[in-house]
């Protein structure tokens, strides 16, 4: 039995309460959308908190990247990012190859407009982390294939 | 780091985000209770047949309530059920010692009233669980000295 079963359960509901409306327009579900990220976000603050309270102080923002590619991404989803890519100008890509929250869907075109409602949430949880790290950023995700999933982070410089 | 945080931040900001109107009167309060109880209820649901899906059959109702104590609340919860009492008669008391939804409020008798959200979704758990086992039930929460909790379960015979 997966450690994070109780979380995605809990993750599925929280998204079909918010956008249990069917025939919601483009801006309720532009809406429903942010809901998830802020919750995310809110939720990234308080786990990246606790998770780097006996931590030593972060080296530079490479650093406070892997951190969230690796002890981050382990608490909330039991694995690591598989991959992660910089070109040193302040735009991170972490690549998930197995995202849980879109495992459950089929791979099937079709569905991938339903993908950013199953990630909205995730992408709120890094940036969340992100900025109680002090780096303030802009987290995307873009999915081609799925369940793998790239979340693109910009980081706004202060 | 406790395994379950991921789980209860997003619990936390659930319960946020359903009651967050402050001054919701007592018909909206409920409403809120039921809505959390149902979501609970659900991810029960989930939760049991994934947990059930290679155990053996089993032997009687007092078999499943120890499964719920034990296998189910450690899932979720990281511990056990401190203590299970029977009328033999349908009813079970399962006494929480520490419910760690509670657990972050304070202890003074000014925040009992408050303790019925913080509950409701576990409520459900328990009843989502006991009805994909084939128990209908009742499940109600009774706090007198926080952050313990018995949870009453009364099963309605079919």
Redesign the interface.
Same mark, same amino acid.
């Given at each position: 039995?997966a450690?994070?079963?109780?979380?995605q359960? @809990?993750?599925?509901? %929280?998204i079909q309460?918010i956008t249990k409306s069917a025939d919601s327009g483009d801006t309720e579900n532009a809406r429903n959308i942010t809901?998830l990220e802020i919750?995310g976000f809110?939720?990234g603050q308080? @786990?990246i908190e606790? %998770?780097t309270k006996d931590t030593v102080r972060f080296k530079d923002e490479l650093d406070i990247m892997k951190f969230i590619c690796k002890d981050f991404w382990t608490?909330?989803f039991k694995k690591q990012i598989d991959n992660l890519r910089t070109n040193h100008q302040g735009i991170y890509v972490l690549q998930d190859n197995k995202v849980r929250s879109l495992s459950q869907l089929s791979a099937g075109k079709q569905y991938l407009e339903q993908a950013p409602k199953y990630l909205a949430f995730t992408c709120g949880l890094v940036r969340g982390a992100l900025t109680n790290l002090g780096v303030k950023s802009i987290v995307t995700a873009e999915v081609s294939v799925m369940p793998a999933c790239k979340f693109q982070v910009m980081i706004q410089k202060m």
């Open positions: 039995m450690d994070e079963a109780p979380f359960f @809990l993750h599925s509901e %929280l309460y809901k919750m809110r939720v308080g @786990l606790r %998770l608490c909330v």
